[in-house]
């Protein structure tokens, strides 16, 4: 899965995780979490891999918060 919202690295058994939203302070939303859900089972799913790193991008802020929409159909 190509990712907009998070980079996720991998050296030897070691995955990095890292919120790439540093101009919005790595504020979550929707996407952005689901991409940590793909991320983190892209990390699951691989055997070789033993530690995971979560950290956010930029010098503010590793992550300012939540948006949280509920959309009434």
Do not use: H
Not at 22 to 40: C, D, H, R, W, Y
Not at 52 to 63: N, Q, S, W
């Amino acid at each position: 899965m190509e990712y907009k919202n998070i980079i996720l690295s991998l050296e030897n058994e070691i995955a990095i995780l890292t919120i790439n939203r540093p101009k919005a302070l790595n504020v979550l939303n929707i996407e952005t979490l689901k991409e940590i859900q793909s991320g983190v089972q892209d990390f699951k799913d691989n055997p070789a891999l033993r530690v995971l790193i979560i950290t956010g991008a930029g010098e503010k802020a590793f992550v300012a918060g939540l948006i949280f929409r509920r959309c009434w159909g």
